[in-house]
């Protein structure tokens, strides 16, 4: 089992003990709004939305693909277009 597999089940067993230890009614204030609601929701909401955030920024960004590069905007590149798009007079100059 690879290393971070198992800090994934640590971290959710203990995140599920803290949750369901605090399953007492508390007051919180939303916006000017006062709202009874058990630690139990409001944790597990709370965890809820930071994980989905860390998936959301931990996650690679799109990469540019070659096929994709417009050429034309960066001629001080050292990037080469793809095979198939030298026109005959760089053919027939590189020939």
Excluded at 60 to 89: H, M, N
Aim: glycine share 4%; no cysteine.
């Amino acid at each position: 089992m690879r290393i971070s597999t198992i800090l994934i089940i640590v971290v959710t067993v203990l995140l599920t003990i803290v949750i369901m230890q605090n399953t007492d009614q508390v007051k919180f204030t939303i916006l000017f709004t006062d709202v009874f609601m058990p630690k139990v929701v409001m944790l597990t909401l709370f965890s809820v939305v930071a994980f989905i955030l860390g998936i959301l920024v931990g996650r690679p960004r799109k990469v540019k693909r070659i096929a994709d590069y417009d050429y034309d905007k960066d001629e001080g590149s050292d990037i080469r277009p793809p095979a198939g798009t030298l026109s005959d007079e760089d053919r027939d100059y590189i020939s």
